[in-house]
């Protein structure tokens, strides 16, 4: 299994990115996804999840309203639409996913089988 995670870069506050992640040795219709964060100093944070089927979106409080994430099983691709960046959202994210998540621990990062290589994303201010 492969999370290949991409489209990190710097951008100013305000700006927007969108990050992806393509999915591969696995069936992507099974498999909860999400993206997890790490910001330099700090502990890995949850960051936003969806269901198999695409159609329950869950996120972090410090997000919500500015974050988007889908997927598109054709492509086997999870993406994660960035708006309204700000400095504290400099940090790795990381690509996740796994086969027996459910609702209640979908914000636990011990409950993703699977991790992506990471993308650094840079807000300056």
């Known amino acids: 299994v492969q999370l290949q995670a991409s489209g990190g870069g710097l951008v100013q506050a305000g700006g927007s990115l969108r990050l992806s992640c393509v999915a591969s040795?696995?069936?992507?219709?099974?498999?909860?996804m999400g993206w997890f964060r790490q910001a330099p100093g700090k502990e890995r944070e949850f960051v936003a999840g969806?269901?198999?089927?695409?159609?329950?979106?869950y996120y972090a409080d410090s997000v919500k309203g500015r974050f988007t994430i889908s997927r598109d099983s054709a492509k086997n691709t999870l993406y994660l639409q960035m708006n309204s960046l700000k400095p504290e959202d400099t940090a790795v994210y990381y690509c996740?996913?796994?086969?027996?998540?459910?609702?209640?621990?979908?914000?636990?990062?011990?409950?993703?089988?699977?991790w992506g290589q990471g993308t650094q994303v840079t807000v300056s201010s």
């Open positions: 996740v996913g796994g086969p027996t998540v459910i609702t209640t621990s979908m914000r636990l990062s011990s409950a993703y089988r699977y």
């Open positions: 040795g696995l069936t992507f219709s099974t498999y909860v």
């Open positions: 969806i269901s198999r089927s695409g159609n329950s979106q």
